[in-house]
């Protein structure tokens, strides 16, 4: 899986556009805005884009999910159903987080744990994350050994759980239980910040290094 990371919104979102190299099949994780930027990338790669993929239902990233699913004609798919009440509260985050006013959706498909999504001859397999949010998940292509896993890991550091229906210790039992399995040498791309891997973060992490949770 090819990736090209684009900062979006004042929260400096890691948008990523994803694509099938033979194929030229693209997807966007995470349209949080600024989807001229996104747009302009995928002419200039070459690419056709299929489908937007959300990890959960924070406005900085599916903020803008609906324009970029009608300007482009794709559908929109994830996070978790979990999330709707997110989406569904969109117009009330654009105001609370000073964002310009977006509209709730529907997504074409919601996902779940153990899904598989095809992109061009590339494929990701979906992990259920919750505990940033309820319906939050994670994306992960073994072929690349590459994951996306929004705003439950960073470097360094891991997900806010002071939202309605967050839980700390989901969030914890997701990095652990779910992500740490994956593999040490396994990239991710975290909803903000720069990229780590899984051991790095098993050994250096403030929150979650295995030595602190031993
Ligand atoms: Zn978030
Ligand atoms: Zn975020």
């Not at 996070?79 to 529907?106: R, T, V």
Request: aromatic content about 8%; glycine content about 8%; overall charge negative.
């Amino acid at each position: 899986m090819k990736y090209q990371i684009i900062p979006v919104t004042p929260f400096q979102q890691n948008c990523s556009l994803i694509w099938c190299e033979k194929t030229k099949r693209a997807a966007v994780v995470d349209p949080g805005g600024n989807i001229d930027r996104i747009q302009n990338e995928v002419v200039k790669l070459g690419l056709v884009l299929e489908k937007i993929l959300l990890t959960h239902g924070h406005i900085d990233h599916v903020g803008g999910a609906k324009a970029l699913a009608k300007a482009a004609n794709i559908p929109i798919i994830g996070p978790h159903i979990a999330d709707k009440f997110w989406i569904e509260n969109l117009p009330k985050q654009s105001q609370n987080f000073g964002f310009p006013h977006c509209d709730a959706f529907e997504p074409e498909q919601y996902l779940q744990d153990g899904d598989i999504v095809n992109l061009g001859e590339q494929r990701l397999s979906v992990l259920h994350c919750p505990g940033h949010t309820p319906g939050h998940i994670a994306f992960f292509s073994a072929q690349s050994q590459l994951a996306w896993v929004g705003d439950v890991l960073f470097r360094s550091s891991i997900g806010r759980t002071d939202f309605p229906q967050s839980n700390h210790q989901d969030l914890i039992h997701s990095i652990t239980e779910k992500l740490w399995p994956l593999g040490a040498e396994v990239a991710f791309i975290p909803g903000h910040g720069p990229m780590s891997t899984f051991g790095e973060e098993r050994e250096h992490n403030p929150f979650v290094a295995d030595q602190l949770l031993r």
